[in-house]
T-cell receptor, first 115, second 117 residues
Framework: GAGVSQSPSNKVTEKGKDVELRCDPI?????LYWYRQSLGQGLEFLIY????????KSGLPSDRFSAERTGGSVSTLTIQRTQQEDSAVYLC?????????????FGSGTRLTVV | AQKITQTQPGMFVQEKEAVTLDCTYD???????LFWYKQPSSGEMIFLIY??????QNATEGRYSLNFQKARKSANLVISASQLGDSAMYFC??????????????FGKGTRLSVIA
């Protein structure tokens, strides 16, 4: 597609429920990243995928968070047993060349609210 | 320890004037990249400018320029001739390059710029 697509754009869920957030990167982009942005804060790195390599999960805040990327394209971020502190905007980005000067292209984000 | 420090939570600038947004970084890696992003109230993240640690000249992109002072580990963003549409959050970010590959971008906490008519 023309840009990075994320769905849903907004999600309200009850505490304790599981949620899945989807990211469709730009076609041909080999690197895909997930970040979390809490209200008024900077971006917190969660996980990234590069080609067929094992993902870098070093930013995942707990084992309730997991992500996968199927076929080197679409990625799903799953949060199990959601807590109120999980409320944030979850941003996905993709890039053409991890080692280069290319900036990331970000999606519009999924605003998650846990009530 | 913070890898990216943006000390100005908020800045005001008069329309048509220039403004400098500060960013300092911390790394022991000799090879790294520095980025600036703009986030308007709509929430999208817009890539503005990039500076590589080995680049000989300061990066420029239209009205944006990066004042790169390697010895001071600073990478300040300069916006010339500010416009009302420049009002947004601005994030400085760094990527460290390791022998095994790159690390993801690490972002600062951002500076909110308000342009006054």
């Amino acid at each position: 597609g023309a840009g990075v697509s994320q769905s849903p754009s907004n999600k309200v869920t009850e505490k304790g429920k599981d949620v899945e957030l989807r990211c469709d990167p730009i076609s041909g982009h080999t690197a895909l990243y997930w970040y979390r942005q809490s209200l008024g804060q900077g971006l917190e790195f969660l996980i990234y995928f590069q080609g067929n390599s094992a993902p870098d999960k070093s930013g995942l805040p707990s084992d309730r968070f997991s992500a996968e990327r199927t076929g080197g394209s679409v990625s799903t971020l799953t949060i199990q047993r959601t807590q109120q502190e999980d409320s944030a905007v979850y941003l996905c980005a993709s890039s053409l060349d991890v080692k280069g000067r290319y900036g990331y292209t970000f999606g519009s984000g999924t605003r998650l609210t846990v009530v | 320890a913070q890898k990216i420090t943006q000390t100005q939570p908020g800045m005001f600038v008069q329309e048509k004037e220039a403004v400098t947004l500060d960013c300092t970084y911390d790394t022991s890696d000799p090879s790294y990249g520095l980025f600036w992003y703009k986030q308007p109230s709509s929430g999208e993240m817009i890539f503005l400018i990039y500076q590589g640690s080995y680049d000989q000249q300061n990066a420029t992109e239209g009205r944006y320029s990066l004042n790169f002072q390697k010895a001071r580990k600073s990478a300040n963003l300069v916006i010339s001739a500010s416009q009302l549409g420049d009002s947004a959050m601005y994030f400085c970010a760094m990527r460290e390059v390791e022998w095994a590959g790159n690390t993801p971008l690490v972002f600062g906490k951002g500076t909110r710029l308000s342009v006054i008519a």
